[in-house]
């Protein structure tokens, strides 16, 4: 598998592969995609077949592909080749802004953590990683929790229930377990650690970072996801990205197609997070209008912006 693959992977590709499954299931209907082509970088177009018949008509804009740096790709192709090395085929899910490892230790590592992956409720993998927080005491006043890194969001949980004022580093974790349990034993652990900390001495506490995937079941591995991190920044540039794939996308698609799809990929570091949805909500809708369906592809999960209503596809008919 390793030897005839190419490397980094096709990110729009893994993604229409996610998308294709969705829709088969959701329409209970084979798919066999005929065609791709690439007319641009990030954007992508072909046509597949549904139920060996009607023609869909499909255009993918892959924002990952205008995020991708030059040190990005060759850790994405080291991540790659090392798990199709281990016989894996699944899409690797990097938290938005994470670091992927482009050597040894770290390539061995995150195939470990992909081989004991496991499979949470909604059908996608978990990928436990090792990592460690850092929690000092500031002053001996107070009850609250300042937090750097992956925990920002969960500071107020803190508060009135630790012995002064503290600074939290979770710069290590980027991604909670989807687990509720899992987060509060997180919570209550940092809580105990704050009982701890003598003078101004570091407690750490370990914690275990938890990315997504998704197991592809043929063919060789794909991450994705950005080394742009999280900002007003990144907002910006991925509606600025979307508006030109969208306006070259309106020239992507088949006539005579039985309907059009447009598949949006994007980084986020939880799918209830991503902006795709509500940045192209905030477009001119003559941008997608020519679209049938939409969907947007991120951390995993495969969200539908537009579907239609059931029965007006026209293979979407009850199985003889």
Known sequence: MAGSATYPADTASAALRLFVRRLGARYARSIRVDEVSTSSEGLASGVATIGREWPLAFTVADTLALDATVEWEAARAAVEHRLDIEGRS????????????????????????????????????EVRRPVRLYLRRVDTSGSVVTIMGGLGPHWAQFTNRVPGTFSLNSAELLRLPASEEERNTLAEQIVVAASQVEGDLVQVVPAEDAWTGNDLLEGGSCVLGSPRPESEESSAILRRNLRRLLQEAGNATSPTAAARALILVGAATYAEEEKLSWAIRGMDPTLYAGFDIIAVVADGQVKALLEPPRGTLPWDAPVA
């Open 90 to 125: 699944v899409a690797l899910w990097v938290p938005r802004g994470g670091a992927i490892p482009a050597s040894e230790p770290g390539l061995s590592e995150v195939a470990l953590s992909v081989a004991e992956a496991r499979t949470i409720e909604d059908g996608r993998l």
